[in-house]
């Protein structure tokens, strides 16, 4: 007799894989991007457009400070 296939217990999901680091580079880019898309949103966007673009501004500095601190530059 067979064995029974393992089901995942209810409400559980995979594990999304988690994202490389940015490099250095890379990290200067994606905030500059922020920065632009932020003077957008508080210029012309709702209020969770503001919200949402200073959380991504917020979370890629501190991206980068940490970046600075790995190469000893801060």
Known sequence: MAQP????PLGSR???PKAQPLG????QRQIEIAQDDL???E???TTNDKRRARRLA???AAQFRG???LR???
């Open 5 to 8: 296939t393992r089901r995942q």
């Open 14 to 16: 995979p594990r999304k």
């Open 24 to 27: 250095f580079f890379e990290l």
């Open 39 to 41: 003077s957008d949103a």
């Open 43 to 45: 210029r012309f966007g």
């Open 58 to 60: 917020d979370k890629l």
């Open 67 to 69: 970046e600075l601190r």
């Open 72 to 74: 000893g530059l801060r």
